[in-house]
T-cell receptor
C-alpha cells in the first residue's frame, strides 16, 4: 500500500470547518483513499473513502486532487466530540488480502 | 454500518497467565478478521490476519506461539495471549471487513490488557 504523509497535529475552533490534508504521491491507480479516526481508548471509526471523485456523507467530505497525489478531509462543522486522531490510508478496495496499514495520523483538537 | 463487538474491554492479569480476547461480527459474516496492537501514544500495528477455517497469517516479528488466533466460525475470532508478561500490556483491537464488497473495515472497541 502507498505511504501517506499527514501533519502531526491541527487545531480547530468549534463550529468551524476542519480541513485535514494528506499527501499520497505514490498512490497507484487502483488504490482508494480511506479516512478513519480514533477517539481516545476506542477502536478506529470509518469516516469515508474515495477513488477519484469527491465524496460526501453524513460525517464528512473528501476532496481528492485531480492527480490523486493528495486529498483533504473536511469536517464541515467541527464539534468537541470530533477531537481524535485522524488517519489517512490508501489501499486497494475489495482486495481479498487487503489490510490497513496505519501511519501516525493527525491529532485534531477542537476547542471551544 | 456493520458492528464488531470485542470482549472484554479491559483485563488485568498476573504475569505468566493466559488471556483470551473475543471479536465477534454481530450482523454479518466475516471470513477474515484482523488483529492490531497499539502501545500508548503510538499508531496501530497489524499483528495478524485471521482466516475462518484456516491458520492465521502473522506479521513479521509477531510470535505465533505467544499470540494464538482461532477463527472457528464466520462470526468469531479469538486472540489468546499466552504466558503474558508486562511487556504484553497494550491495547488490542480487532477488525473485520464489511461484506460483500469488502470496501470498509469495521473495528471493535478494543481491549486494554494490563499484565502485572
Amino acid at each position: 500500500d502507498a505511504k501517506t504523509t499527514q501533519p502531526p497535529s491541527m487545531d480547530c475552533a468549534e463550529g468551524r470547518a476542519a480541513n485535514l490534508p494528506c499527501n499520497h504521491s505514490t498512490i497507484s491507480g487502483n488504490e482508494y483513499v480511506y479516512w478513519y479516526r480514533q477517539i481516545h481508548s476506542q477502536g478506529p471509526q470509518y469516516i469515508i473513502h474515495g477513488l477519484k471523485n469527491n465524496e460526501t456523507n453524513e460525517m464528512a467530505s473528501l476532496i481528492i486532487t485531480e492527480d490523486r497525489k493528495s486529498s483533504t478531509l473536511i469536517l464541515p462543522h467541527a464539534t468537541l466530540r470530533d477531537t481524535a486522531v485522524y488517519y489517512c490510508i490508501v489501499r486497494v478496495a475489495g482486495s481479498s488480502y487487503g489490510k490497513l496499514t496505519f501511519g501516525q495520523g493527525t491529532i485534531l483538537t477542537v476547542h471551544p | 454500518g456493520a458492528v464488531v463487538s470485542q470482549h472484554p474491554s479491559w483485563v488485568i492479569c498476573k504475569s505468566g497467565t493466559s488471556v483470551k480476547i473475543e471479536c465477534r461480527s454481530l450482523d454479518f459474516q466475516a471470513t477474515t478478521m484482523f488483529w492490531y496492537r497499539q502501545f500508548p501514544k503510538q499508531s496501530l500495528m497489524l499483528m495478524a490476519t485471521s482466516n475462518e477455517g484456516s491458520k492465521a497469517t502473522y506479521e513479521q516479528g509477531v510470535e505465533k506461539d505467544k499470540f494464538l488466533i482461532n477463527h472457528a466460525s464466520l462470526t468469531l475470532s479469538t486472540l489468546t495471549v499466552t504466558s503474558a508478561h508486562p511487556e504484553d500490556s497494550s491495547f488490542y483491537i480487532c477488525s473485520a471487513r464489511e461484506p460483500p464488497a469488502n470496501e470498509k473495515l469495521f473495528f471493535g472497541s478494543g481491549t486494554q490488557l494490563s499484565v502485572l
